[in-house]
Each structure stands twice: as C-alpha cells, then as structure tokens.
C-alpha cells in the first residue's frame, strides 16, 4: 500500500513538471540588449529587446508598446529591468507568459541625424540599395506564393529605407519572416520583416511594399474552331503580358462567332469575332412584306451572311427574281422593314414592323414560328 501511493504521489510530480515544461516552452522571451540607440521620440520595446518564441504578429504588437519618452539629443539614459516590467504590467501585459533575460538595464541613446547620415552616403551606393531591394523582392514573392492563393494575380514593388541596406544584405534570405499583406490595397504598405543574423539574434525592421493586381485577357479554354459561337464555358482568364492585345470584357466576346481557329491557352481578339450571323449564304430565308393588315410571305434563298438588322441578298428559288431584304430573325427578313421607333406616325398607309422573337397570327389563324438565338447558336 506504501508503495502504491508513492508510486501515485511520483507520477503526479512528474505530469505537474511536465506541465511547467511546456508552459515555460510556450512563454514568449523577451532578451534585453546592452545598449539601444533611437531615432523617434519614443522609446519602444523593440529598441531594447527582442521578442523570440511568438509569431510574427504578436512580435509586432510587442516591438511596439511604448515605454517612455526618448532622452534628448546628446544624452544617454539608463532603463532597467524593473521599469520595464512595471510598464508591462501597466499596459496589461500577462507577465506569467513572459520570460525576461539578457541584460539588467539598457543603456539607450538618442541617433545624431547628421552623423547618421553622413555615414549612410559613404557606406551605401545605389546599387547596394537596388541589390537588396531584389533580395527582399524575391523572399516576399516566394513568402507570398506558400501564403496566398492569388499570389499569381499580382505584380509586387518594394523600398527600404538605405540605413537597413547593410541589415538586409549581411542576412540570410532563408531566415526572412513577413507580416500579413493586404491584398486589397492598391496603395503602398508598410511590411514588417523579421529574421535571424548570424549571432542567432532576431532582428526586425519595416519596409513599403505595393501590390498591383495584374491585368487579365479572356483566352480559349481549348481549341475552338473557325464559325465557334463562344459560350462562356468555352473561355479562361489569362495574365495580360505586355505587348499582347486582348479583351477583359466577357460580354464583347460570349454570343460572338470565331472567323478563324483559335487554340487552347490563346487570347481572343476582337479582329477574329464577329456576331452571329441570323442568315448565311446559301440558306432558305423566309421573307415578309407587310402593308397594313396584310402580311406576304415568301421563300427565297441567302446570298449574304447577315446579322440581326443586316441587308442581305435574296434570290428567287426560281427564276431570277432578286430582292434586298433586312434581317430580321434566324433565317426571316422582312421588306421595307423599319424599327418600331421609327414607324409613321401619320395617318394612312403605314409600315408595321415585324418582330423575330413574338410570334404573330395572320388573317388565317396560322401562327408564324418565332426563333431565338441562345449562347452557342442553338434554336428553339
């Protein structure tokens, strides 16, 4: 029995040490720095320490909680490890979660501007910027790809500031960590980036970056043959390279009929659309000839392609009577055909109009069938 129990009174040590292990690996670190030197009128917590074991936005959120005004120019001023954990505690920060080491006070200076500047013309060159501008560049698109899906959708520009240049460019690109992008965002944005020197000190610094979302084409989602009337099935969107002509517009495109074969992945151009021909040569084409009450109709045959309101040729199916008629339906023209906006107002003989998509009864009873042009160039 003696044994049982303490065996019992072990095990529970052990869980309660193992709870405290993986609350200490769990508790955020802030590593205090020797000395700081500034360049705001305030002093952050980013000035004088490091924020490990947090991602990358709660690093953020901790680097800018403000401790105190900055000293005046010329003169250093001491901030302990006690002040600090005073000012945490103030604005509400959860002191159990956080562990403090490195150095018991910090020594914290304002930066001369002209000294600083000085030293920047002769250390860095505009290559030197350019150089690490592409570094960044080249680690935020990679970044931005793992992150976001429409990462290929955008064109990315960025610039730091010269002073970071030697930061970025003695760094390794491995190490580089990135806040969260706006996407939506069309003007420039302030990114934080964070990563490793070769101390294993973790290093922050921030730097503008502006997306702009790259133009899209319509483009064929296969090959589409010569006479294809395009539905919106049939068309993908493709990037806008430069140089290339396109249309961004689905509706100047769906409903409209290729004149030559376009193959898949290929932009579509105006130049190779044309809309749907109502009537095509060869065909039999039913003709109307409406004066007031009385409606003739006969058969003749296309010697034009016409769409909707076209002048096409007709031709008797025999003899060699010919006539121009207006288009005014699938495979229907009509003589002296008017739009209804501009039929006589007058009195006496008047031109009525006729319509490809109501059907109208004549004199006999009979109704006349009515066609409609659906995407693809169906009929019903």
Same mark, same amino acid.
């Given at each position: 029995?003696?044994?049982?129990?303490?065996?019992?009174?072990?095990?529970?040590?052990?869980?309660?040490?193992?709870?405290?292990?993986?609350?200490?690996?769990?508790?955020?670190?802030?590593?205090?720095?020797?000395?700081?030197?500034?360049?705001?009128?305030?002093?952050?917590?980013?000035?004088?320490?490091?924020?490990?074991?947090?991602?990358?936005?709660?690093?953020?959120?901790?680097?800018?909680?403000?401790?105190?005004?900055?000293?005046?120019?010329?003169?250093?001023?001491?901030?302990?490890?006690?002040?600090?954990?005073?000012?945490?505690?103030?604005?509400?920060?959860?002191?159990?979660?956080?562990?403090?080491?490195?150095?018991?006070? =910090?020594?914290?200076?304002?930066?001369?501007?002209?000294?600083?500047?000085?030293?920047?013309?002769?250390?860095?060159?505009?290559?030197?910027?350019?150089?690490?501008?592409?570094?960044?560049?080249?680690?935020?698109?990679?970044?931005?790809?793992?992150?976001?899906?429409?990462?290929?959708?955008?064109?990315?520009?960025?610039?730091?500031?010269?002073?970071?240049?030697?930061?970025?460019?003695?760094?390794?690109?491995?190490?580089?960590?990135?806040?969260?992008?706006?996407?939506?965002?069309?003007?420039?944005?302030?990114?934080?980036?964070?990563?490793?020197?070769?101390?294993?000190?973790?290093?922050?610094?921030?730097?503008?970056?502006?997306?702009?979302?790259?133009?899209?084409?319509?483009?064929?989602?296969?090959?589409?043959?010569?006479?294809?009337?395009?539905?919106?099935?049939?068309?993908?969107?493709?990037?806008?390279?430069?140089?290339?002509?396109? =249309?961004?517009?689905?509706?100047?495109?769906?409903?409209?009929?290729?004149?030559?074969?376009?193959?898949?992945?290929?932009?579509?151009?105006?130049?190779?659309?044309?809309?749907?021909?109502?009537?095509?040569?060869?065909?039999?084409?039913?003709?109307?000839?409406?004066?007031?009450?009385?409606?003739?109709?006969?058969?003749?045959?296309?010697?034009?392609?016409?769409?909707?309101?076209?002048?096409?040729?007709?031709?008797?199916?025999?003899?060699?009577?010919?006539?121009?008629?207006?288009?005014?339906?699938?495979?229907?023209?009509?003589?002296?055909?008017?739009?209804?906006?501009?039929?006589?107002?007058?009195?006496?003989?008047?031109?009525?109009?006729?319509?490809?998509?109501?059907?109208?009864?004549?004199?006999?009873?009979?109704?006349?069938?009515?066609?409609?042009?659906?995407?693809?160039?169906?009929?019903?």
């Amino acid at each position: 029995m003696y044994r049982l129990w303490m065996n019992s009174i072990l095990s529970l040590s052990l869980a309660v040490c193992c709870l405290g292990t993986a609350e200490t690996l769990q508790a955020e670190i802030l590593r205090l720095k020797e000395s700081a030197v500034i360049e705001a009128s305030l002093v952050r917590l980013g000035d004088v320490a490091d924020v490990l074991n947090a991602d990358a936005a709660e690093t953020t959120r901790m680097q800018e909680l403000i401790l105190q005004p900055a000293p005046p120019q010329g003169r250093t001023q001491v901030i302990t490890v006690s002040q600090i954990r005073g000012r945490l505690q103030a604005l509400g920060v959860d002191l159990s979660r956080l562990e403090l080491t490195g150095r018991s006070q =910090i020594r914290v200076k304002k930066r001369d501007p002209q000294k600083e500047q000085n030293v920047t013309r002769t250390v860095t060159t505009k290559h030197d910027l350019e150089q690490a501008e592409e570094k960044v560049l080249s680690a935020l698109t990679d970044w931005m790809k793992r992150h976001y899906q429409a990462a290929d959708h955008f064109t990315l520009t960025v610039r730091i500031q010269p002073e970071d240049v030697p930061l970025i460019r003695d760094n390794r690109v491995e190490t580089f960590q990135f806040s969260e992008l706006d996407l939506q965002r069309g003007t420039e944005q302030l990114v934080a980036l964070q990563f490793m020197d070769g101390q294993g000190m973790v290093r922050q610094t921030r730097f503008a970056c502006q997306l702009k979302r790259v133009p899209e084409i319509l483009a064929a989602k296969y090959t589409l043959n010569r006479g294809t009337v395009i539905r919106a099935d049939d068309l993908i969107w493709i990037r806008a390279e430069q140089g290339k002509e396109g =249309i961004s517009d689905p509706s100047k495109v769906i409903g409209r009929e290729l004149t030559r074969t376009v193959y898949q992945s290929q932009a579509i151009r105006n130049q190779e659309l044309i809309q749907v021909p109502l009537v095509r040569n060869g065909s039999i084409v039913t003709v109307y000839a409406r004066r007031g009450g009385i409606s003739v109709r006969r058969e003749m045959r296309a010697r034009d392609d016409g769409a909707m309101g076209d002048p096409v040729t007709l031709v008797g199916l025999k003899g060699r009577d010919r006539l121009t008629a207006t288009v005014t339906g699938f495979n229907q023209a009509e003589v002296n055909y008017r739009p209804a906006q501009q039929m006589q107002r007058t009195p006496g003989i008047q031109f009525i109009s006729g319509s490809a998509a109501e059907p109208r009864a004549s004199r006999t009873g009979a109704v006349q069938t009515a066609y409609e042009i659906r995407r693809g160039g169906n009929r019903k």
